[in-house]
């Protein structure tokens, strides 16, 4: 039987566990905490390109820990299936599939190949196939559906290499491009294991890197990352023939210009990094035709471990090579201005360059920005949408360019708060030609505008809309809002005159549906079902308060169902997680609607509510820069006047006794609590999960801490709670995936952090899921942390 590692301390905290829990096997938590693993309000769709049909995906809501447990390679921050070729841990996972016939509401369902999960759905251009990945005990197998026969077809039996991605692109209507595993690669065993030394050294120049899990150490290493990561990109049609392209190599990523007429290709290469994962190897970036014959080579990047500090900060030469939707065959790629170094002192930072078939004369600037480069999107009519970013001051714009005009200065249509939500224009809906590829649609009114649809954020709430803000004047337009009585969102953008819309539709009482509107009529595509009984009646509202020093804050209090405060107070879980701003009108907005449905995800607290508990989730903690300071200058005294006013509104609201509150939190949250617990006395008990607590073991920043330990050393040596261990005298429930992936935080951060607890005389339990990485995914896992979470609020905060 699989087993967890669990340790416990405290004698307060330990004794209220009984003989057989501490027998460290998977525990079940109450039927109400079971409804919400077996329970899933996700939904995944694909619209075709004619708009005729739409796709309804049902993911696996929490696979089997067998599935977490099977080998893996863990390379160059890949996370291998050697034997399938393909990624361990696949999220996007699906085991049913629906087709709607939106025209006249007629639904399938259809049966997948073998009772096999697909991943990776896709239309064909022309909408008549769909197309996806048949995931096998032996690997992953493209495959298509002939919506018109219902008839599915194994295009080759040769596998998929979904080492890196298992992505793929239609080339024209009867041919895909994708990555195969290599025939006699699939016959060689993988290297024995060398014992050997295991040695590094310096190279004289600076390369600043974040703490990375699974990166590559030794050769064998390095030879398991090229045997397994080297495919053959190969177009397939529908018959089966296969086309190879160029000769094998480590393809990082590829697609096919809009034309179908050529391929671009980005190809890793040696020398293999042992400090920077897979992604940041250098590249070779190259461009074929549909035979497979090279046209060109474009460039050859370094390695990633020579870009320079700083979040905006990327490597010299030409980048985000991509092909221009709604032309033919037409690449663009930025380069910057400064080195790549946004330490430097510059003007303009970024240039946009376009390049024409075939691509072997001299490339067209088109734009300089003075910010970043960190998106190009492709509308209508030639029109780039371009996003700069300034990190520093926490900034960015959105910017339109007609592509037609050459060299000429961007429009500016947006430019916010990188988390300001009240100004954010959202999603745009986008148009598909042959040939042409996919481009953002424009809305040709009195002046050409962009089309957006958005969560709508504001003062008064969530708003979901559909605007048109004219690329001349930047003014903005309503084309249709969601009704007061329901939380209404825009999926699709179907047509403009009639309107013609898919929405997401759901209320307080009503789990989510889809429904069609087609002008002033509308039909109901899918409904949810409601598995969700134990919460009917939950009590939920937006609480707004203020910090000492007048910033506003807010936080969602859930209440059990029928509970009224003269039945006194509640013990309360609150959940939290630090953001840095600078700004505080940003750091005060809100997110809410009283229309949403209780979406209640087993990794969240608000399960908690069925056991009885308050729970006051997504709490503000802001972490506002003061003056000319950074953010955290001012950290640990921002935290603690956060969780003051927190507490304070919670008892002057008569829910919650100050001697029943806990704190909760994961990952960063988890760091907020072991803090909270060290400096202050506002809370009973703490759950901390993934979280890392010495900050010495992040010394090339973290979060949004750019400056490095050697920089800063007095700022990480106060915000690391480790270093308070002795100063934390309430009970501490850690939690860690055995397998954290996650930059920085490294299981060992709650050992360590355990031990310290352990020699002080603290009161902990420390609980190590097998198998699990930065968030938990399977099914027992996610029991027992229910379960955990459970038993220790119970122990610790009696309900009365």
């Known amino acids: ?45 694909q619209l075709s390109n004619d708009h005729q049909w739409l796709a309804l995906l049902s993911p696996i809501s929490a696979p089997s820990i067998t599935m977490l447990a099977m080998p893996e390679q863990k390379l160059a921050g890949l996370r291998i299936a050697a034997e399938q070729y393909l990624p361990s841990r696949i999220t996007q996972r699906y085991h049913q599939l629906r087709l709607i016939n939106i025209q006249n509401n007629q639904q399938r369902n259809i049966s997948l190949p073998g009772g096999h999960d697909i991943t990776e759905l896709q239309f064909s251009p022309d909408s008549r196939y769909l197309s996806y990945v048949s995931l096998t005990p032996e690997g992953g197998y493209l495959y298509v559906y002939d919506i018109a026969q219902s008839q599915h077809r194994r295009l080759s039996d040769n596998r998929l290499n979904g080492t890196i991605g298992l992505d793929y692109q239609w080339a024209n209507n009867s041919s895909l491009l994708a990555r195969f595993v290599i025939a006699s690669n699939a016959k ?21 890197q974040r703490t990375y899990q699974d990166l590559l150490k030794t050769a064998v290493d390095k030879q398991r990352f090229s045997q397994l990561t080297t495919s053959q990109l190969a177009l397939v049609d529908l018959d089966g023939k296969l086309t190879n392209i160029a000769t094998p190599s480590i393809i990082k990523a590829f697609s096919v210009s809009p034309d179908g007429q050529y391929i671009l290709t ?44 700083g979040r905006d900060s990327v490597l010299p030469g030409p980048r985000m090579y991509h092909w221009v939707q709604g032309q033919g065959a037409i690449l663009a790629f930025t380069e910057a201005l400064d080195q790549g170094d946004i330490q430097q002192d510059a003007p303009l930072r970024d240039s946009l360059w376009l390049l024409d078939a075939p691509f072997t004369q001299k490339a067209k600037l088109i734009a300089k920005t003075p910010w970043r480069i960190i998106d190009i999107d492709w509308a209508e009519n030639n029109i780039a949408l371009v996003t700069q970013r ?42 598909y030609s042959q040939g042409k590829g996919q481009v953002v649609r424009l809305q040709q009114a009195q002046t050409t505008g962009l089309l957006h649809y958005g969560q709508g954020a504001s003062p008064q709430g969530d708003k979901p809309f559909l605007k ?146 308050a729970v006051f989730d997504k709490v503000s903690m802001p972490i506002i820069a003061q003056g000319d300071k950074e953010p955290n200058d001012s950290f640990r005294e921002q935290l603690v006047a956060n969780a003051q006013a927190a507490v304070d509104t919670l008892v002057d609201l008569g829910i919650a006794d100050r001697k029943q509150i806990a704190v909760g939190g994961h990952s960063y949250g988890a760091f907020m609590v072991a803090n909270l617990l060290a400096h202050t006395d506002l809370f009973y008990a703490g759950i901390a999960r993934s979280g890392a607590y010495n900050r010495s073991l992040t010394p090339f920043g973290f979060q949004n801490e750019e400056r490095y330990y050697w920089q800063a050393n007095d700022i990480y040596q106060q915000m690391s709670p480790f270093n308070y261990a002795d100063k934390i005298k309430y009970p501490l429930l850690l939690i860690h995936g055995e397998m954290d992936q996650n930059s920085g935080t490294f299981p060992l951060q709650s050992e360590r952090l355990f031990d310290a607890m352990q020699g002080l005389g603290g009161k902990a339990r420390l609980v190590v ?30 309900i009365h």
């Not at 416990?8 to 501490?22: R, S, V, Y």
């Not at 360019?401 to 708060?417: K, P, Q, Y």
């Not at 047509?495 to 539709?505: F, G, H, S």
């Not at 899921?769 to 995914?777: D, V």
């Open 266 to 309: 980005s190809q890793l290469t040696t020398p293999f990094s042992t400090q920077v994962k897979y992604y940041d190897f250098p590249t070779l970036t190259e461009i074929y035709n549909l035979n497979g014959q090279l046209i060109t080579q474009l460039h050859q990047s370094q390695s990633g471990e020579s870009k320079p500090q």
């Open 468 to 613: 048109h803000t004219s690329l001349l004047t930047g003014e903005s337009s309503l084309l249709w809002r969601s009704a007061t009585h329901q939380l209404e969102s825009v999926r699709y953008v179907l047509n403009l005159e009639p309107l013609q819309l898919i929405i997401n539709r759901e209320s307080a009482t009503e789990p989510p549906s889809l429904v069609l509107i087609n002008g002033t009529k509308e039909s109901l595509l899918y409904e949810q079902t409601d598995g969700l009984s134990a919460y009917r009646g939950m009590q939920k509202q937006l609480v707004t308060y203020k910090r000492a020093d007048g910033v506003p804050l807010s936080g969602t209090l859930y209440l059990p169902a029928n509970y009224t405060k003269a039945q006194g107070t509640l013990p309360v879980l609150m959940w939290a997680y630090p953001r840095e701003f600078n700004d505080p009108d940003v750091a005060s907005q809100i997110s809410f609607s009283a229309n949403q449905y209780a979406t209640i995800n087993p990794r969240g607290p608000i399960p908690l509510v069925a056991e009885g508990f």
């Open 390 to 431: 300034n990190s520093k001051a926490q900034l960015l714009r959105l910017s339109s360019l007609d592509a037609h005009l050459g060299e000429s200065l961007l429009h500016t249509l947006n430019e916010r708060n990188l988390r300001d939500k009240y100004q954010e224009l959202g999603s745009f809906p986008r148009l």
């Open 769 to 798: 899921l097998p198998f699990e990485g930065h968030s938990y995914a399977a099914k027992e896992s996610l029991e027992h942390l229910l379960w955990e979470q459970s038993q220790f609020l119970k122990a610790n905060l009696p």
């Open 1 to 45: 039987m699989l087993r967890l590692a669990l340790i416990c301390i405290g004698m307060m905290l330990c004794p209220t566990f009984t003989p057989q829990t501490l027998a460290q096997d998977y525990q079940k938590p109450s039927p109400a905490l079971l409804q919400t693993i077996n329970h899933s309000t996700s939904l995944t769709t």
């Open 188 to 208: 060689t065993t993988m290297a024995p294991a060398v014992y050997a030394p295991k040695t590094k050294e310096t190279s004289g120049k600076q390369s600043p």
